[in-house]
């Protein structure tokens, strides 16, 4: 056998190893794909952070858990001149979804008439946190008048302060505001505020956060921070809102271009613990 005959056979050789090792990668890799399929996550939260997880609701209980959540603003009254009354029946869970429906519905609220009806979720009296990171995973509506938030506020139900998680103006859904309220003294009501503007918020579901301490506050939207604070920072501890309104001082009165019927949905929510001080 010659030289050349001898490579032959070696590459031959050769090749069918290779040949081996290729076959052997590709079923090592479609078993990764299928594992990490399997893996629990967050439908899409930021869930790479291993923190103690103080308070998670993603919705994949057939209807909303009342040891959780009300469907009532247990502050008991109309603010901030909204068109909407609060109904238990505009709060349905489908399919992993929290959904609030919004309709051009008359509803008698606190005594007055409001043409429209919505809903909103609390977790007054059954979870309150003080510092943590919230994390929010929703789809807005859009439409002039339309109010889309999440927010924070004293368990004790005192006013100020506030920390506003997301709030959107329907009629400019691709801009989310990032805000904080405080007394700056008595009858003195202040408030600081960021912006962000980036895609329809309305075409997709995104992810709102806010990281907060005892010195800050830092708002994220989709992973990226957009905005923070480090004055006239709460110390007290607060709970969940959430909520779709129609008019208000922040989105206007609703018009004729006003959708009839609109939905705000929300994924999962969660809180975590503080980071540890090093």
């Known amino acids: 056998m010659t030289r050349w005959d001898t490579l032959e056979d070696d590459s031959d050789e050769i090749l069918r190893d290779l040949d081996a ?5 590709e079923a090592f890799a479609k078993i990764f794909i299928v ?3 399997l893996l629990p996550t967050l439908s899409g939260a930021e869930s790479a952070d291993v923190r103690p997880v103080l308070f998670e609701d993603c919705f994949q209980a057939a209807q909303l ?6 469907t009532q603003n247990p502050r008991n009254r109309i603010i901030n001149w909204e068109q909407q009354g609060y109904v238990a029946e505009a709060i349905s869970v489908e399919d992993g979804i929290l959904r609030i429906s919004l309709t051009k519905t008359p509803t008698l609220y606190h005594g007055q008439t409001l043409p429209f009806a919505s809903g909103t979720v609390t977790t007054h009296g059954k979870f309150s946190f003080k510092y943590g990171r919230v994390e929010v995973r929703a789809h807005v509506p859009k439409g002039q008048g339309l109010w889309p938030a999440v927010w924070l506020l004293p368990e004790s139900l005192e006013w100020p302060p506030e920390i506003d998680v997301l709030e959107i103006r329907g009629s400019e859904p691709d801009r989310v505001h990032m805000s904080h309220h405080w007394l700056e003294a008595p009858g003195q009501f202040r408030f600081h505020t960021g912006s962000f503007s980036g895609p329809d918020f309305s075409a997709g579901m995104h992810t709102f956060a806010i990281e907060w301490t005892p010195n800050e506050i830092n708002w994220f939207v989709d992973s990226s921070q957009r905005h923070s604070a480090t004055e006239h920072i709460p110390q007290v501890p607060m709970y969940l809102n959430v909520a779709l309104a129609a008019g208000g001082q922040f989105a206007g009165l609703p018009d004729h271009t006003t959708p009839p019927a609109a939905q705000m949905e929300i994924d999962c929510i969660r809180v975590l613990a503080p980071k540890a001080t090093p």
Do not use: I, T
Not at 21 to 25: E, H, I, N, S, T
């Open 21 to 25: 090792w290729l076959r052997c990668g």
């Open 35 to 37: 594992a990490s399929a």
């Open 65 to 70: 858990d009342s040891s959780r959540w009300n």
